[in-house]
């Protein structure tokens, strides 16, 4: 017996899920930095782990590179390559064909953010299970934490590369564009440096960062050290960061190329 057919929503969104995923595989560029970047960069910040006094913040370095390879996942994967896919798509006319149809907008920039998601989620988990065996991370301790912060990210990365797209010329200039979140996120959200080791006033302001909430999130899954006030904090940032993010998306994106 069959299940029930696929509303008509979730056809078009899996149509143009499927369209997108096509294009992307076409891009060697975007695919090389989706998928080898996130896997080489939690290395180069190993040395730099080793110097911190991590296990009196009551981490290890197994944790902190977890946490490390999920966020660059969620740069890389996610943010930068939906910066040059919004920006291309704008470019190329595809959005404004789109917005002809029967899609309505926020279908368009769900439906073209799925395949970038899938691939962080994807490359997440496999990220998880491999730190799990090689770096001895074991199973999380809180989980739900942890796929809470994960899939926070996902959304708030989508909605952030929209917005950075409205205001990015061209393709060629996206890398530039992304550049401010992505060094942001990385120094800043806890995914090289944990914001567990940063001096307090530092890490109060840190905390506040859109990347913030959903990497304390994961590393916390792992840990088991928040507090349902803490995690309910971060939880109510995340959600906030999305909000305004949404918002912005809405009143600022460009649906015309940029001349």
């Given at each position: 017996?069959?299940?029930?057919?696929?509303?008509?929503?979730?056809?078009?969104?899996?149509?143009?899920?499927r369209?997108?995923?096509?294009?992307?595989?076409?891009?060697?560029?975007?695919?090389?930095?989706?998928?080898?970047?996130?896997?080489?960069?939690?290395?180069?910040?190993?040395?730099?782990?080793?110097?911190?006094?991590?296990?009196?913040?009551?981490?290890?370095?197994?944790?902190?590179?977890?946490?490390?390879?999920?966020?660059?996942?969620?740069?890389?994967?996610?943010?930068?390559?939906?910066?040059?896919?919004?920006?291309?798509?704008?470019?190329?006319?595809?959005?404004?064909?789109?917005?002809?149809?029967?899609?309505g907008?926020a279908?368009?920039?769900?439906?073209?953010?799925?395949?970038?998601?899938?691939?962080?989620?994807?490359?997440?988990?496999?990220?998880?299970?491999?730190?799990?065996?090689?770096?001895?991370t074991?199973?999380?301790?809180a989980?739900?934490?942890?796929?809470?912060?994960?899939?926070?990210?996902?959304?708030?990365?989508?909605?952030?590369?929209?917005?950075?797209?409205?205001?990015?010329?061209?393709?060629?200039?996206?890398?530039?564009?992304a550049?401010?979140?992505?060094?942001?996120?990385?120094?800043?959200?806890?995914?090289?440096?944990?914001?567990?080791?940063?001096?307090?006033?530092?890490?109060?302001?840190?905390?506040?960062?859109?990347?913030?909430?959903?990497?304390?999130?994961?590393?916390?899954?792992?840990?088991?050290?928040?507090?349902?006030?803490?995690a309910?904090?971060?939880?109510?940032?995340?959600?906030?960061?999305?909000?305004?993010?949404?918002?912005?998306?809405?009143?600022?994106?460009?649906?015309?190329?940029?001349?």
């Open positions: 017996m069959s299940g029930p057919a696929p509303t008509p929503v979730i056809r078009r969104l899996r149509a143009l899920g369209a997108e995923l096509t294009l992307l595989g076409r891009n060697r560029g975007a695919v090389t930095t989706a998928l080898l970047v996130p896997l080489a960069l939690p290395f180069s910040v190993r040395p730099a782990i080793d110097r911190m006094d991590v296990e009196a913040a009551g981490l290890t370095a197994g944790t902190v590179m977890l946490t490390a390879a999920i966020g660059f996942s969620l740069l890389f994967a996610v943010y930068t390559s939906l910066v040059s896919a919004f920006v291309a798509r704008r470019e190329e006319l595809v959005l404004k064909r789109l917005r002809t149809g029967e899609l907008d279908e368009i920039l769900t439906g073209t953010a799925l395949p970038a998601a899938g691939v962080g989620l994807a490359q997440s988990l496999l990220l998880a299970a491999g730190c799990a065996v090689l770096l001895n074991g199973a999380p301790e989980p739900y934490l942890t796929v809470l912060g994960l899939l926070l990210g996902l959304v708030l990365c989508a909605a952030l590369a929209a917005l950075t797209a409205s205001f990015t010329r061209t393709v060629e200039s996206a890398q530039v564009t550049l401010p979140l992505v060094f942001v996120s990385m120094t800043g959200s806890g995914i090289a440096i944990p914001t567990e080791v940063m001096p307090d006033r530092l890490a109060s302001v840190c905390e506040l960062l859109p990347l913030s909430p959903a990497i304390r999130l994961v590393r916390a899954g792992w840990t088991g050290e928040l507090s349902g006030y803490q309910l904090g971060a939880l109510v940032t995340a959600l906030a960061w999305a909000v305004l993010a949404v918002f912005a998306v809405r009143r600022w994106f460009r649906w015309e190329p940029r001349r």
